[in-house]
């Protein structure tokens, strides 16, 4: 690999992602390509144009003839619809000068988009093929929807000669997003390739690299024990390692100590925060009730298959998921309220800190707290009380020292729990109401 790249990926991975992606964009037909945040999208990219030889190897004798248009919305100084097609336009120029190819320019006409498309004309003309490749395509989501009007219209300039190359750090294809795009959504759901979270063997090799770029040497166990902390993500996998290294050969073979050390360690909760930052709700969803309780709802499945995609979640048994590494679990965990109760209406399980704990209470008494945790900030009413307790016939068995009786030893199991009893309050004539921290 060239010096002046930091790709430290195998060259039979790039080269299989390649064809994946690539294969595409040969066949004239657009492409999606999804990575997790920091998974190395925008490295891995810049190396597959540099350097040429992989992608020339896909197109063949087409290549030749096929511009590779990379548009990277950090270059825009201010967020709107007229500098992105600007950007696009620039760069245009910028590969169509590195080609011979004559520019048309106009110092009369201001619309980027005539600019562009009358260049795409003049290309056409000349038996080009052009690949757009919009890194970080979320980015447009902040411009008004008419900019997917704009791609669309490029694109109809000759739609067998050009194409599109999504890369995304969020899911395009979630309902809420995807209604965005206009008929443009045709283009970005045609081929959809993930770049998935790096296995063990993938893991090794990326910190064997990083080994003989800093002359380090690290101990099989201590690779294992990263992989573990990391899940084969990249950007975690690499800042680890350096933070390790910055300590000494000493901690690089006491693999013991490289858990704790890296747990708390700022830096890595910030990468954390940014993978978690580019999380949709209901994929936060997902994430947090994997770490509570290893599963989800169905009706996050949608979410949870674009996570288990990316490798961000695992399956570990038919019904049991984990998230992807050590270091981003403990990250969730921190996020958890200590002080809460969580009731899942799926399992029927009670959560406290993340633990189930529904054994601490016997039936009756795990029935009304439930019902209290379900109408959370709610008045309860003691007849409700009686009806959690013993169900529709309560009038035959209701009994006020009952009632209280009961409510006295949920405070007591609570307390004992570490769930502050002051949360379920008695509203004198009225009845109770039972408030979870914020």
Excluded at 326 to 352: G, N, W
Excluded at 371 to 386: G, I
Aim: aromatic share 12%.
């Amino acid at each position: 690999m060239k010096k002046q790249n930091s790709v430290t990926l195998r060259r039979s991975f790039l080269h299989k992602f390649a064809d994946d992606v690539f294969g595409c964009l040969k066949k004239g037909e657009c492409a999606s390509c999804m990575f997790a945040a920091g998974g190395g999208k925008r490295t891995i990219f810049n190396f597959l144009l540099s350097e040429g030889i992989i992608i020339k190897n896909i197109f063949g004798n087409k290549y030749e003839k096929t511009l590779f248009i990379y548009v990277d919305p950090d270059e825009i100084l201010n967020i709107s619809s007229e500098a992105y097609l600007h950007l696009i336009f620039a760069k245009l120029a910028l590969r169509m000068n590195e080609n011979d190819v004559q520019v048309f320019s106009d110092h009369l006409i201001n619309n980027p988009l005539i600019l562009i498309k009358k260049n795409l004309e003049n290309l056409i003309i000349q038996d080009w093929h052009i690949v757009f490749i919009l890194n970080d395509f979320e980015f447009t989501l902040s411009l008004p929807s008419s900019i997917y009007l704009n791609l669309e219209s490029i694109m109809s300039v000759d739609k067998s000669r050009i194409t599109y190359l999504f890369l995304s750090t969020i899911n395009l294809f979630d309902e809420d997003v995807l209604k965005n795009f206009h008929n443009l959504k045709h283009a970005i759901s045609r081929n959809v390739i993930f770049f998935p979270l790096f296995n063990q063997n993938e893991s090794d090799c990326l910190v064997d690299r990083i080994c003989e770029k800093t002359k380090s040497k690290i101990p099989d166990k201590a690779k294992s024990v990263l992989f573990e902390l990391c899940g084969g993500h990249p950007q975690l996998l690499k800042y680890s390692f350096n933070n390790l290294c910055e300590q000494g050969q000493e901690l690089l073979n006491d693999y013991k100590k490289i858990g704790s050390y890296l747990t708390n360690h700022f830096q890595l909760n910030i990468v954390c925060a940014d993978i978690w930052n580019f999380l949709s709700a209901k994929e936060k969803e997902v994430m947090t009730s994997i770490v509570i309780k290893r599963m989800f709802s169905p009706s996050l499945g949608e979410a949870a298959d674009y996570l288990t995609k990316l490798g961000l979640i695992k399956k570990i048994t038919d019904k049991k998921y984990q998230v992807f590494g050590v270091l981003f679990e403990q990250f969730i965990k921190k996020k958890l309220p200590k002080h809460r109760l969580i009731f899942d209406t799926d399992t029927k399980k009670l959560y406290y800190g993340g633990q189930s704990c529904e054994d601490k209470f016997t039936y009756q008494e795990f029935k009304l707290l439930t019902y209290f945790v379900s109408h959370e900030n709610e008045l309860v009413s003691r007849d409700q009380v009686a009806e959690a307790i013993w169900g529709r016939l309560f009038h035959d068995k209701y009994s006020d020292w009952s009632i209280d009786k009961i409510i006295s030893i949920l405070r007591k199991k609570l307390d004992a729990l570490g769930c502050p009893s002051e949360y379920l309050v008695t509203l004198k004539k009225r009845g109770f109401s039972y408030s979870n921290p914020a």
